[in-house]
T-cell receptor
Framework: GAVVSQHPSRVICKSGTSVKIECRSL??????MFWYRQFPKQSLMLMATSNEGSKATYEQGVEKDKFLINHASLTLSTLTVTSAHPEDSSFYICSVRTRNYEQYFGPGTRLTVT | AQSVTQPDIHITVSEGASLELRCNYSYGATPYLFWYVQSPGQGLQLLLK??????LVQGIKGFEAEFKRSQSSFNLRKPSVHWSDAAEYFCAARSRGGNTGKLIFGQGTTLQVKP
């Protein structure tokens, strides 16, 4: 299966600052990547679909100006949490979908906003 | 609306015992079906998937799942659980018809393994 990496694995930032999370597809050129958010003891919530070379598609209720997504290349997508607040603290997971319809996930990034 | 339901939030089994995790889906047509496992603080690992064909699907780590159209179910099973199987398990589904469509997750089942 596809190998997906995320960086950083953990980040602590102060309220009001911005944080960038990188997602890389290491062995597969992904035209589409997905960003999920997961609260403790809960399931994954799709935030947005990241398309290489075009704007991301955000799910209803997700603020596109707060969660900036850039899909700069076929192997890299970034999620920037702008003006972070404590309620943005969460586990963020990216995912890629292969051409045979399988979906693989990164190890996740734990964001803590103080 | 499309949905995936995992009726059991938490399951505890003894090591060496058999395991069955339930999953039901509600879709207009049979979707693609997946089971993922998540260890604490980690991402999701694909255990197995069902697209078509044989309704009994073999996966990694000794897991299998059976697709039952009549019951709209895709239950995960393992004949003998190991302590390392303790984790969160997610059932997921996606509509057929190309490689588009969102992956919809169930609520997850936490598996605890007693020694």
């Amino acid at each position: 299966g596809a190998v997906v990496s995320q960086h950083p694995s953990r980040v602590i930032c102060k309220s009001g600052t911005s944080v960038k999370i990188e997602c890389r597809s290491l062995d597969f050129q992904a035209t589409t990547m997905f960003w999920y958010r997961q609260f403790p003891k809960q399931s994954l919530m799709l935030m947005a679909t990241s398309n290489e070379g075009s704007k991301a598609t955000y799910e209803q209720g997700v603020e596109k100006d707060k969660f900036l997504i850039n899909h700069a290349s076929l192997t890299l997508s970034t999620l920037t949490v702008t003006s972070a607040h404590p309620e943005d603290s969460s586990f963020y997971i990216c995912s890629v979908r292969t051409r045979n319809y399988e979906q693989y996930f990164g190890p996740g990034t734990r964001l803590t906003v103080t | 609306a499309q949905s995936v339901t995992q009726p059991d939030i938490h399951i505890t089994v003894s090591e060496g015992a058999s395991l069955e995790l339930r999953c039901n889906y509600s879709y207009g047509a049979t979707p693609y079906l997946f089971w993922y496992v998540q260890s604490p603080g980690q991402g999701l690992q694909l255990l197995l998937k069902y697209f078509s064909g044989d309704t009994l699907v073999q996966g990694i780590k000794g897991f299998e799942a059976e697709f039952k159209r009549s019951q709209s179910s895709f239950n995960l099973r393992k004949p003998s659980v190991h302590w390392s199987d303790a984790a969160e398990y997610f059932c997921a589904a996606r509509s057929r018809g190309g490689n588009t469509g969102k992956l919809i997750f169930g609520q997850g089942t936490t598996l605890q393994v007693k020694p």
